[in-house]
């Protein structure tokens, strides 16, 4: 019964900031343990998790996005935000907002939303 939506731009331009947000119905992201993720897939790779954060608030980011990625929360909303900046073509994919429990599985999926960097 828990349901992720992505919303936000489809296309965003090279030096810019990707903001996209995940709207939870079902259950709250301050419910004990869960962790809301974004993960994303290039087009022809893998899923790339990107950084998660948690009912508490904490957040938590890849290594190699770290520097560029951050996650926040609105929890009136029940909504968390993704912010990418400085994009570059390589940040094209298919973004995806998830739940993961505390033994880092996912349960559920939003259907992922297609970004495209072009100027």
């Known amino acids: 019964q828990v349901q992720l939506q992505e919303s936000g731009p489809g296309l965003v331009k090279p030096s810019q900031t990707l903001s996209l947000t995940c709207t939870v119905s079902g259950g709250s992201i301050t419910t004990k343990y869960y962790y809301w993720s974004w993960i994303r897939q290039p087009p022809g790779k893998g899923l790339e998790w990107m950084g998660a954060?948690?009912?508490?608030?904490?957040?938590y980011y890849s290594p190699s996005l770290k520097s560029r990625t951050s996650i926040s929360r609105d929890t009136s909303k029940n909504q968390f935000t993704l912010q990418l900046s400085s994009v570059t073509p390589e940040d094209r994919a298919v973004y995806y907002c998830?739940?993961?429990?505390?033994?880092?599985?996912?349960?559920?999926w939003g259907q992922g939303t297609q970004v495209t960097v072009s100027s």
């Open positions: 954060i948690a009912y508490s608030g904490s957040t």
């Open positions: 998830a739940r993961e429990e505390g033994s880092r599985t996912i349960d559920y």
